[in-house]
């Protein structure tokens, strides 16, 4: 009976390498679909800010034209160089935050995709876990069959 405890023993100790791999990958699964669903927020955010930036840029355009025309400017030369660099300015702006947003964007995509290689790595080592715990088990019990069978038996006189 106490020679197969080590046996016991060693398989036990592969389903719970195997458990604990499972564990693992679902754990990183789920941290991947949250930072699957960062990324997809900050896109969104990203297209909301835009827009409202580029209403706000229309906007003060708008205003600065009236203004110069309330002043009799007349929109031509340098008012009009004004306008048009105030209006590039204004879109320079756009394009780096929209290229900020892909680059995070981007970041945390290959974080999630990280966390679930590392997933799926966790459970193939659960499952070699448990391979070796059975291929141990199997290789202790063997090794008490054949120590049996090589000690020699006493048997009593009569």
Do not use: H, N, Y
């Not at 708008?62 to 300015?89: E, R, Y």
Request: charged content about 30%.
């Amino acid at each position: 009976m106490a020679a197969i405890i080590p046996v016991i023993g060693s398989v036990v100790s592969g389903i719970g390498s195997l458990i604990e791999g499972d564990e693992t990958s679902e754990a990183a699964s789920r941290e991947a679909l949250m930072r699957d669903a960062e990324a997809v927020e900050l896109e969104r955010r990203t297209r909301r800010r835009i827009a409202i930036e580029r209403q706000e840029g229309k906007d003060f355009l708008g205003t600065q034209t009236s203004s110069f025309a309330k002043a009799g400017v007349d929109l031509k030369g340098s008012a009009l160089l004004t306008l048009q660099d105030t209006a590039i300015d204004l879109e320079e702006d756009l394009i780096e935050t929209q290229r900020q947003a892909d680059f995070q964007v981007a970041q945390i995509r290959s974080e999630a995709q990280t966390l679930r290689a590392t997933g799926e790595s966790a459970k193939t080592a659960g499952a070699f876990g448990l391979g070796l715990g059975i291929l141990s088990g199997a290789g202790k019990a063997l090794s008490r069959v054949k120590s049996k069978a090589r000690t020699p038996q006493l048997t009593k006189r009569k």
